[in-house]
C-alpha cells in the first residue's frame, strides 16, 4: 500500500476561496456571488482584491442563480457561493431553467455538503444534491477530497466552458493531494494499486478509504483505490479497467445511496461487466446534529464501514 | 419607423401569432396579441440593436422574456425582425423545431439569450446582465416583460429588492398589466393590490403606460423610460393591456390565454387583421 502522509488539515471550502483568489488576479472574467455567507464560503479575499467583481446578493438564492445566468451574457465567469443545500435543492428550477437548459457557463460552488456539516443538523446537511446535480443534462458535478484538490479543481473550472457542480464541505481534513497536481475533469485519480478490490471514493470518503486501505492491507486483502472527483462525466474507462483486475467494487460517498456516485458506478459495471459492488452511503436517510466524526460513524462513512463493506463484497465474489 | 408603418407591422404580427398557433391547436394567443404592439415598438423604434446576433450583445440593448408562453408574439417580432427566416415560424411547436413552445437557446434561435417559460426568473437574469453590462462599461440598457400574474411568483421580489437596493438604473423593467392569468381575473386568482405601490415601496422609478395597445403611446412612455435610466433607480413600466388585442372576441376574456381558435374562429380572426406585409 502506498503510503499516504499529511502535516497538515484544512477545509476543503478553504482550497474554493484560495481558488477564487487566485482566479481574481489571472482571470478579469471570473466574477463572483454570495447569498449573506461570505465568511463560510471563504470568499473575503477575493472581494477585497475584486469588490467590483463581487456581488453580494442577500439571503436570496434564486435571485443569485438568475443573476448568474444573466452575467454571463456580456462574456463574465460567474461563480455563485452558498451552502450545498441552498445552492441545489432551494433553486433546482432556477439551476434547470436558466442555467443547465439555457447552457450557460455558471459555476455553481456549494459548501458545507453532506453530514459533516455537523452541528447546525439536518436542516442542512443535504445528502441528495449529488443525484439532483447530475441528472441535469449538460452539468458538471465534481466532488473533491481535499484543500489542494479542491483548489485545483476551482481554478480548473474556470476554463471549462459550461455549467459545473463543485462540492465540498466544512471540516477540516487532512491534506494529502500534491499541491502541484493537475486537476483534469473527469479523469479519475489513483492512488493505490491493488488487486482483491476497487475502492472508489469521492470527497471526504477518500482519506477514509486510504485509512481502510491500509488496515486491509494489515489483513492481507490488497486494495486498489481511486479518487473519482468528477462524478459527472464520470471516468467508466478508468472504473472498468481496474474492476476486470479486482472484480469487485465499493462506492464510497457522503451522500445518499440513491443518485449519489454509487448508482453511476452500478450503472457503468451493470451495462459493461456486471459485478458484486457494496455502497458506503447514507441509507436513504436525513442527517442530524452532532460533531463530523461522530456523524461519520454513527451514519456507516467512517474507514471502519469501508472495511466491512469491502468483507461483504469480497463474500461475493 | 413611421406610426403608419409600425402599425401595419402591428397587424402582421397578429396574423402570425393567430395563424401559429393554429396550426399547432396550441400556444397561448391572448397575452401574445396584447404585447404585439409593445414588442413591435421595443424592436423597431425604441431599442438601439446591432446587425445579427450575439449572444453576449456588446454594445447593444438587450431584452428578456419572463413570460415566455407569449412566445409567439416574441418569434414574429423576432423573424420581422430579421433574426431567422419568417418561414421559420411555421415549425413553430413542431418536431425539430428552433422555436419551442416556449423560448430556448438550447436550439440555438437567433435573438433569444435565456430559456424562459417557468415564471418568474426573467427579471434575475436581467439584472445579471444589466451588470454584466456596468462591469464592461457597456452605455446600453436591458429591458425585460414580465406578465402581472407572474409576479406572484416569489424570485420576481428577491429581484425587485435587489435591483433597487443595488442601484440597477440600466434595467427597464415592464409589466404586462393586463389583469388576466389562466385561471381567471388575477385579482381573484391572488388579489395582488396595487403593483405600482409595491415597486414605489421597493424604490423603483415607475412609469405607467395606460394605453399599453396604443402605440403611441407606448413609444412615447417608453422614451420617458430611458431618460429615466442612469439615475441611481430602475426603472418600471406598468403597461396596462387588452389580453386577446386586435380580435374583437378574444378581448375583455382570459379564455384565450391558451387556447388556439378553430378554423373558422381563425378566419374569422384574420378578416379582422388583413395581411400587410405578407404572410409567411
Known amino acids: 500500500m502506498k503510503k499516504y502522509t499529511y502535516t497538515e488539515k484544512k477545509d476543503t471550502r478553504s482550497g474554493f476561496g484560495d481558488g477564487l483568489t487566485a482566479l481574481g488576479r489571472a482571470n478579469p472574467n471570473v466574477v463572483a456571488l454570495c447569498a449573506d455567507l461570505v465568511g463560510s464560503l471563504k470568499m473575503q479575499n477575493f472581494i477585497d482584491e475584486n469588490p467590483e467583481r463581487f456581488f453580494q446578493i442577500g439571503i436570496a438564492e434564486a435571485n443569485m442563480i438568475g443573476i448568474a445566468a444573466g452575467l454571463t451574457i456580456g462574456g463574465k465567469i460567474p461563480f455563485t457561493g452558498t451552502f450545498a443545500n441552498f445552492s441545489t435543492g432551494r433553486v433546482y428550477d432556477q439551476i434547470r ?63 471549462y466552458d459550461g455549467p459545473v457542480y463543485l462540492r465540498f464541505g466544512r471540516p477540516v481534513v487532512p491534506i494529502f493531494t500534491p499541491a502541484n497536481q493537475k486537476f483534469e475533469i473527469g479523469k479519475a485519480v489513483m492512488l493505490n494499486e491493488g488487486t482483491d478490490v476497487t475502492i472508489i471514493a469521492t470527497g471526504h470518503l477518500v482519506w477514509e478509504a486510504i485509512q481502510a486501505g491500509e488496515e486491509l492491507e494489515k489483513q492481507g486483502i490488497s486494495a486498489e483505490i481511486i479518487n473519482v472527483h468528477t462524478i459527472k462525466p464520470l471516468d467508466e474507462e478508468a472504473i472498468l479497467k481496474s474492476v476486470a483486475k479486482t472484480r469487485c467494487v465499493v462506492s464510497c460517498e457522503e451522500h445518499n445511496y440513491l443518485g449519489g456516485l454509487g448508482e453511476s458506478i452500478a450503472r457503468v459495471l451493470a451495462k459493461n461487466n456486471p459485478t458484486p459492488m457494496e455502497f458506503v452511503a447514507t441509507n436513504d436517510t436525513f442527517g442530524e446534529s452532532g460533531t463530523p466524526e461522530k456523524l461519520m460513524e454513527k451514519y456507516g462513512l467512517s474507514s471502519t464501514a469501508v472495511v466491512d463493506a469491502v468483507k461483504r463484497v469480497l463474500d461475493k465474489k | ?48 440593436l446591432e446587425d445579427g446576433f450575439d449572444m453576449d450583445g456588446i454594445g447593444e440593448d438587450l431584452f428578456f422574456l419572463s413570460n415566455g408562453h407569449i412566445s409567439p408574439v416574441f418569434y414574429s417580432v423576432l423573424a420581422r425582425k430579421g433574426y431567422f427566416p419568417v418561414e421559420e415560424l411555421n415549425t413553430f411547436r413542431l418536431l425539430d423545431s428552433r422555436l419551442q413552445g416556449h423560448p430556448a437557446t438550447h436550439e440555438g434561435l437567433p435573438g433569444v439569450r435565456i430559456a424562459s417559460g417557468s415564471l418568474g426568473q426573467g427579471m434575475s437574469v436581467a439584472l445579471g446582465a444589466a451588470q454584466a453590462k456596468k462591469l464592461n462599461k457597456d452605455q446600453r440598457l436591458v429591458f425585460s416583460l414580465h406578465g402581472d400574474g407572474e409576479l406572484q411568483e416569489g424570485q420576481n421580489w428577491e ?36 403593483i405600482k405601490a409595491k415597486f414605489e415601496a421597493f424604490g423603483w422609478d415607475i412609469l405607467e403606460i395606460d394605453k399599453g395597445n396604443d402605440l403611441e403611446a407606448i413609444v412615447s412612455g417608453m422614451k420617458e423610460a430611458i431618460r429615466r435610466t442612469g439615475k441611481g433607480k430602475p426603472v418600471c413600466v406598468l403597461l396596462k393591456t ?39
Open chain 2, 1 to 48: 419607423m413611421g406610426l403608419e408603418e409600425l402599425e401595419r407591422l402591428c397587424t402582421q404580427v397578429r396574423r402570425d401569432i393567430l395563424r401559429m398557433v393554429h396550426k399547432v391547436n396550441s400556444g397561448h394567443p391572448g397575452g401574445s396579441l396584447g404585447c404585439a404592439e409593445f414588442l413591435v415598438a421595443l424592436y423597431n423604434e425604441i431599442m438601439t
Open chain 2, 242 to 280: 387588452e389580453m386577446g388585442n386586435g380580435v374583437d372576441y378574444m378581448m375583455h376574456t382570459h379564455a384565450w390565454h391558451g387556447k388556439a381558435p378553430s378554423d373558422e374562429q381563425l378566419e374569422n380572426a384574420l378578416a379582422q387583421n388583413p395581411e400587410t406585409l405578407g404572410d409567411y
Open chain 1, 97 to 159: 431553467q436558466s442555467i443547465a437548459y439555457s447552457g450557460k457557463n455558471v459555476k455553481i460552488c456549494a459548501s458545507h455538503a453532506g453530514v459533516t456539516l455537523g452541528e447546525d443538523g439536518a436542516t442542512h446537511q443535504i445528502l441528495e444534491d449529488i443525484g439532483m446535480m447530475k441528472m441535469l443534462p449538460g452539468m458538471v458535478v465534481i466532488n473533491p477530497c481535499d484543500y489542494n484538490q479542491t483548489k485545483a479543481a476551482t481554478l480548473a473550472i474556470a476554463d
Open chain 2, 159 to 194: 429581484a425587485i429588492m435587489y435591483a433597487a437596493g443595488k442601484k440597477v438604473d440600466n434595467l427597464i423593467s415592464t409589466v404586462d398589466v393586463n389583469g388576466k392569468q389562466i385561471d381567471g381575473a388575477t385579482d381573484e386568482v391572488l388579489p395582488m393590490g396595487s
